[in-house]
Each structure stands twice: as structure tokens, then as C-alpha cells.
């Protein structure tokens, strides 16, 4: 008998003991990810290298596909890096110093905009 009233003396000062501890809960801090894409569309005309690469010609939209063919004639959504946008969704813009590359087309004289390591594209549709 003197087995078990230690036995049960030992658990009752555990759970009594645990009642004056503290918990404490750790909450990471969510971070945005660093390869967030925000869509733009070009509003811009696609026949100077200039405006294609102008961040002020381009509006911000939900995705980036939407008639856009693919072909590489002429601008038209990009996906950007969310370090090159400025403001809160859904009226973000680019900053001023974002930075687009675009190339010439030749046929019928227009620019696209070409994605890839230097820039801040991360991605590009274009259209024909």
C-alpha cells in the first residue's frame, strides 16, 4: 500500500507543479516569399524599346495569361519580383526603378519583353 500512496503522491505533485508554469507560445514570423510573382499588363505601345521598358506603362492585373499568345511580337503581362512593386494590392505599380528588358521583334517593328537572371522579370507572355 505504501507502493502506490508514493506512486500517487508523486503524480498529484506533478500535475499540481505543472500549474504554476509558464507556457509560453512561439509564432514564427511569416515572411512573404522571396520568389512572389505580382502580374502587370503593358498599356504602353510596343514600338520603342523605351516604352515597353517604362514601368509606368504597366497595370496591374490577376494573372498573367489572359490574351496573351505567347508569340514574341509585342508586350504584353509580365510577373515580377514583389521587390519591384511599390504600394498595396490591387493598385500596386512598378517602382520607378524597376527594371524590364525588352527586345526588338523586327517584323512589324515592336518589343517584347524578355525574361531571365538580370531584371525583374521573372516571367513574360507576350502576344503576336
Given at each position: 500500500?505504501?507502493?502506490?500512496?508514493?506512486?500517487?503522491?508523486?503524480?498529484?505533485?506533478?500535475?499540481?507543479?505543472?500549474?504554476?508554469?509558464?507556457?509560453?507560445?512561439?509564432?514564427?514570423?511569416?515572411?512573404?516569399?522571396?520568389?512572389?510573382?505580382?502580374?502587370?499588363?503593358?498599356?504602353?505601345?510596343?514600338?520603342?524599346?523605351?516604352?515597353?521598358?517604362?514601368?509606368?506603362?504597366?497595370?496591374?492585373?490577376?494573372?498573367?495569361?489572359?490574351?496573351?499568345?505567347?508569340?514574341?511580337?509585342?508586350?504584353?503581362?509580365?510577373?515580377?519580383?514583389?521587390t519591384a512593386v511599390q504600394g498595396?494590392?490591387?493598385?500596386?505599380?512598378?517602382?520607378?526603378?524597376?527594371?524590364?528588358?525588352?527586345?526588338?521583334?523586327?517584323?512589324?517593328?515592336?518589343?517584347?519583353?524578355?525574361?531571365?537572371?538580370?531584371?525583374?522579370?521573372?516571367?513574360?507572355?507576350?502576344?503576336?
Amino acid at each position: 500500500m505504501k507502493k502506490y500512496l508514493f506512486s500517487f503522491l508523486a503524480i498529484a505533485l506533478v500535475i499540481i507543479g505543472s500549474a504554476f508554469i509558464k507556457r509560453t507560445t512561439v509564432t514564427k514570423k511569416t515572411e512573404p516569399a522571396p520568389n512572389a510573382c505580382i502580374f502587370f499588363q503593358f498599356i504602353g505601345t510596343a514600338t520603342s524599346e523605351s516604352s515597353v521598358e517604362n514601368p509606368a506603362n504597366w497595370l496591374e492585373v490577376s494573372d498573367i495569361t489572359t490574351g496573351c499568345d505567347n508569340v514574341n511580337h509585342r508586350a504584353c503581362r509580365i510577373c515580377v519580383k514583389e521587390t519591384a512593386v511599390q504600394g498595396t494590392a490591387p493598385n500596386r505599380t512598378l517602382k520607378p526603378t524597376a527594371i524590364i528588358n525588352a527586345a526588338f521583334t523586327g517584323p512589324g517593328g515592336t518589343w517584347y519583353v524578355v525574361a531571365g537572371p538580370t531584371g525583374d522579370v521573372q516571367q513574360a507572355r507576350n502576344r503576336s
